[in-house]
């Protein structure tokens, strides 16, 4: 199910990538293919993984032609292997055709991004640690890759900037130091009577104890912290905040970090470090 305020995100995609695609006339098409010709296509698995974006397809392919007929049978999230049929669909081959190649690039790269956090929330199977996604995502498909991370067991962080206070090291440096950057937030949360999470991220032991004495921080990011220092973190914070570890852990290291107590573990590579999964859109000559 996809969230109502991505909608309007989805949908000035979609209308990019066939302004992109199509611009004047798909001309192979207009000139092979009868206007009003009828026929059916399928999209063919052809790589392992978790699946990701048939809602998507549907929406294009809806786009293009509302007469469409779309028959799923396959759900988002679910497991695939070689040789699955996620969806069928019938309609004018001019639509079917204009959409083939919009609908791959977003769908493989979807899957791709749910098979990698797949993998990644198996590793931590058994601990209390979630996974979380970051925006390390590509430039207006963010909503696309929350929704794939989401698809493959993963949390999303936050969409953008609007949504968290985060403050960050720059922030940090910029504002003066630790207590003055939360206290700056607190201030202009009340003055705007907003009503937003603060989450702060820490170099240090000291830095979480300036934090702990300022108040105000709903969770603490361990930046680069080695496992060692993430326990002795976690201990020390002992469920007063939250507690996220991030910065260079891959698939090897994540369960260790988990297994120090922390309550989220965020991960770049699962947006921006994949491989797209293998599909293809395929006639069915009936």
Do not use: W
């Not at 978790?50 to 779309?70: C, H, N, Q, W, Y």
């Not at 695939?80 to 639509?95: E, P, R, Y």
């Not at 989220?264 to 293809?280: P, Y």
């Amino acid at each position: 199910m996809i969230k109502p305020d991505y909608i309007p995100f989805i949908e000035d995609l979609i209308e990019l990538s066939i302004k992109e695609d199509i611009g004047d006339g798909d001309h192979a098409t207009l000139s092979s293919i009868p206007k009003d010709e009828i026929g059916k296509m399928h999209l063919l698995i052809k790589q392992n993984g978790v699946v990701s974006g048939i809602e998507i397809a549907r929406m294009i392919f809806t786009k293009l032609d509302p007469e469409v007929t779309f028959t799923q049978l396959i759900q988002d999230g679910e497991l695939v292997k070689i040789g699955d049929i996620a969806f069928t669909v019938k309609g004018k081959l001019h639509s079917l055709l204009q959409a083939e190649r919009i609908i791959l690039n977003i769908m493989q790269r979807m899957s791709g991004v749910a098979t990698q956090t797949a993998n990644y929330v198996k590793e931590i199977e058994g601990t209390s640690a979630k996974l979380l996604d970051t925006r390390k995502t590509n430039p207006g498909m963010r909503v696309l890759d929350k929704i794939a991370v989401k698809t493959g067991g993963g949390v999303n962080h936050r969409t953008g900037l609007y949504d968290l206070i985060l403050l960050k090291d720059n922030h940090i440096d910029f504002a003066g130091g630790v207590a003055q950057a939360l206290n700056g937030a607190k201030e202009y949360l009340k003055k705007n009577s907003k009503s937003l999470q603060i989450e702060i991220e820490v170099r240090s032991m000291d830095d979480i104890i300036e934090v702990l004495n300022t108040g105000g921080a709903d969770r603490i990011m361990l930046d680069n912290f080695d496992t060692k220092k993430t326990k002795e973190a976690v201990e020390f914070i002992n469920g007063r905040v939250q507690v996220e570890s991030s910065g260079g852990i891959t698939l090897d290291t994540i369960r260790s970090y988990a297994l120090c107590g922390v309550d989220f573990i965020s991960v770049g590579a699962l947006t921006h470090q994949i491989k797209s999964l293998d599909m293809s859109l395929k006639a069915i000559k009936e």
